[in-house]
């Protein structure tokens, strides 16, 4: 009887943000028992090793946004054919504005396992050490280059009550936290957080105005931008039923709308839902 092939697997590693003595002792271990090492960076993936005094113990190749839709059906077949394939970024977690979702998105229709070794992280650090409330948040990733689509991304985003985390480059920090603040007004509160975890780590917290002409003498370094979430304008079951009604008589369900207004306003769905029921 003829075995089956053994199981591939598909390793994201997450890699240090800056400092490497941050690398979870498991990725060096995964580094060095990979049968293929996908790497953002081949030279970058060279300096990581020597930091971490290891060697690939399987072939290495580069995976970046420029060859990933190319070299995803190869790494594919290889995880078909029992391979552990690892895929480390430049820093942080593969697949979060770096390589690597599609090639999750191909293994999980192909049936194989995905996993991953967890560590740094500047999304999560940038949350914890600004200042702002963490309970809710939402990742928004990189804004739009061009002022148009980075308007309407903003404006899509004014009434959102969830902390935001954006990422930004130091040559476009200024113009984007400027257009915050004509979006969302000067004083939301907000915290730029550079170079996490390296020699100049700096967190510059302040509202969006104050923040815009201090980047305006430029900024240097990876950029992780943290915005306080929007206020309620509507603060009673009150004043928040016209706008209910107006919706239901249009044509939507009840329930449906007083589910939706209240995780705008941060009233209770069972307020809005009676209190219109009594004022029919």
């Known amino acids: 009887m003829t ?12 890699t240090p943000i800056g400092d490497p003595r941050d690398a979870a002792p498991r990725l060096a271990q995964e580094i060095t028992g990979a049968d293929v090492v996908a790497a953002e960076d081949t030279r970058r ?12 113990g399987g072939s290495v190749l580069s995976y970046h946004e420029h060859n990933e839709a190319a070299r995803t059906p190869e790494l594919v077949e290889r995880l078909r054919a029992g391979e552990r394939v690892v895929v480390v970024t430049d820093a942080g977690m593969p697949s979060v504005s770096d390589p690597g979702y599609r090639l999750v998105d191909a293994a999980v229709a192909a049936g194989v ?21 963490v309970d809710r948040f939402c990742f928004e990733g990189f804004l739009p280059r061009k002022g148009g689509e980075r308007a309407r991304t903003l ?11 954006f990422f930004e480059a130091p040559h476009r920090i200024e113009v984007s ?3 915050m603040a004509e979006a969302w007004g000067p004083d939301r509160r907000a915290a730029v957080c550079r170079e996490l975890t390296k020699t100049y780590e700096e967190v510059r917290r302040g509202g969006l105005g104050e923040l815009a002409d201090w980047a305006a003498d430029g900024v240097r370094g990876e950029i992780t931008v943290v915005v306080a ?13 016209p706008a209910i009604r107006e919706r239901v008589t249009a044509g939507e369900r009840l329930k449906d709308v007083c589910a939706d207004v209240a995780v705008t306003t941060g009233l209770s769905k069972k307020s809005l839902y009676d209190g219109y029921l009594a004022q029919r």
């Open 3 to 14: 075995p089956e092939p053994k199981a591939g697997v598909l390793v994201l590693a997450a």
């Open 113 to 133: 396992r995905v996993t991953c070794v967890p560590g740094p992280s500047a999304v999560l650090m940038a949350l914890a050490v600004s200042g702002l409330p």
């Open 45 to 56: 993936l060279r300096r990581l090793c020597n930091d971490l005094g290891v060697t690939p």
């Open 177 to 179: 936290l400027r257009a």
């Open 229 to 241: 979430g929007a206020t309620p304008t509507v603060t009673s079951v009150e004043e928040a039923l």
């Open 155 to 165: 404006a899509a985003l004014s009434d959102e009550r969830r902390t935001m985390v």
